[in-house]
C-alpha cells in the first residue's frame, strides 16, 4: 500500500532559525496536504498542494510539492516560539481520497 | 474555518466495560468522517473510514467488532470501544470532510482520550 514517509521526527532549533521538513511518498500523488498539532491539541489544515512544482507561502510558511508529485517539503524561515508543534504531511494517491498520514515531525524552538 | 466536536474529550473506564465516543460536525455536512488512534508522540493511524449510511470501511489490522462505528446522520459519527483493555488506552480522533469535496481539507475533533483501569 501507499506509504508517505516524513524526516526528520524531532528538530530542535533556536528562535530566529530555519526549519524544514520533508515527506517522500511511494507513490505519485494527486495531492498533498499539510497539518499542524500543538502539543495537548488537534491537528489543524494548512494547506493543500495538487499541482506538479507547485509552490505556496503563508508569512514565513513555504510549502512545495515536487515536480514528479512524490515529495513535499514545509520550510519556516525565522522560527518563533509559536511555531512549536508537530507538521504532518498527508498524501492521496490513485483513485483514493483518503490521505495517508506521515509520521509528523515535532519541531521544538528554544528562546 | 468548520468546526467538529468530539466528546466525551477524556474517559476513564474500568477493564471490560464499553465506551462510545461521539463525532460531530457541527456546520456543515459529511458524508464520509475517519477515525484515528494516536498513540504518544507517534503519528494518526487510520483505523476506519466511517460512511453515512452504511457500513465502516476498516484498515487492515483494526478490529471491527471490537471498534463498532456507526454514521446514522450526515452530522455525527460514533465509536465503541467494546470491551475495553487497558491496551485499548490511547488518544482517539475523529475527522471528517464536506460533502461538496471529495479532496478537500479534513477538519479534526478535539481529541478523546481513553484510560482502561
Known amino acids: 500500500g501507499q506509504q508517505v514517509m516524513q524526516i526528520p521526527q524531532y528538530q530542535h532549533v533556536q528562535e530566529g532559525e530555519d526549519f524544514t521538513t520533508y515527506c517522500n511518498s511511494s507513490?505519485?500523488?494527486?495531492?498533498i496536504q499539510w497539518y499542524k498539532q500543538r502539543p495537548g491539541g488537534h491537528p489543524v489544515f494548512l494547506i493543500q498542494?495538487?499541482?506538479?512544482?507547485e509552490v505556496k507561502k503563508q508569512k514565513r510558511l513555504t510549502f512545495q510539492f515536487g515536480e514528479a508529485k512524490k515529495n513535499s517539503s514545509l520550510h519556516i524561515t525565522a522560527t518563533q516560539t509559536t511555531d512549536v508543534g508537530t507538521y504532518f504531511c498527508a498524501g492521496a494517491s490513485g483513485g483514493s481520497y483518503i490521505p495517508t498520514f506521515g509520521r509528523g515531525t515535532s519541531l521544538i524552538v528554544h528562546p | 474555518g468548520a468546526v467538529v466536536s468530539q466528546h466525551p474529550s477524556r474517559v476513564i473506564c474500568k477493564s471490560g466495560t464499553s465506551v462510545k465516543i461521539e463525532c460531530r460536525s457541527l456546520?456543515?455536512?459529511?458524508?464520509?468522517m475517519f477515525w484515528y488512534r494516536q498513540f504518544p508522540k507517534k503519528s494518526l493511524m487510520l483505523m476506519a473510514t466511517?460512511?453515512?449510511?452504511?457500513?465502516?470501511?476498516?484498515e487492515q489490522g483494526v478490529e471491527k467488532d471490537k471498534f463498532l462505528i456507526n454514521h446514522a446522520s450526515l452530522t455525527l459519527s460514533t465509536l465503541t470501544v467494546t470491551s475495553a483493555h487497558p491496551e485499548d488506552s490511547s488518544f482517539y480522533i475523529c475527522s471528517a470532510r464536506s460533502s461538496s469535496v471529495d479532496t478537500g481539507e479534513l477538519f479534526f475533533g478535539e481529541g478523546s482520550r481513553l484510560t482502561v483501569l
Open positions: 498542494l495538487v499541482k506538479s512544482g
Open positions: 456546520d456543515f455536512q459529511a458524508t464520509t
Open positions: 466511517s460512511n453515512e449510511g452504511s457500513k465502516a470501511t476498516y
Open positions: 507513490t505519485t500523488l494527486s495531492n
